[in-house]
């Protein structure tokens, strides 16, 4: 089963339109997941009130916050 098809079951905030992790910790769990799944480091990175996945993928960076239970990339907010 993909990692990204898994329910994210993690309290969450709304910041700037995005939905992200509430806790460093949910965050950090999540983010070891999709680095084992992708094979690449991700990191997780305070975004205003809540916490947020990140890597480079293809030389670009990507973030992944929460949408509708899932995983989801978002922009950055700063």
């Not at 983010?31 to 947020?52: F, M, N, Q, S, Y």
């Amino acid at each position: 089963m993909s990692v990204f098809s898994a329910p994210v079951f993690d309290a969450t905030v709304v910041f700037e339109g995005q939905e992200l992790f509430k806790g460093r910790g949910a965050a950090q769990t999540w983010a070891e997941k999709v680095a084992r799944e992708l094979e690449t480091p991700v990191a997780v990175e305070k975004i205003g009130t809540g916490w947020a996945l990140t890597a480079t993928l293809d030389g670009a960076p990507v973030a992944w916050g929460i949408y509708g239970q899932r995983l989801s990339r978002i922009e950055q907010a700063r």
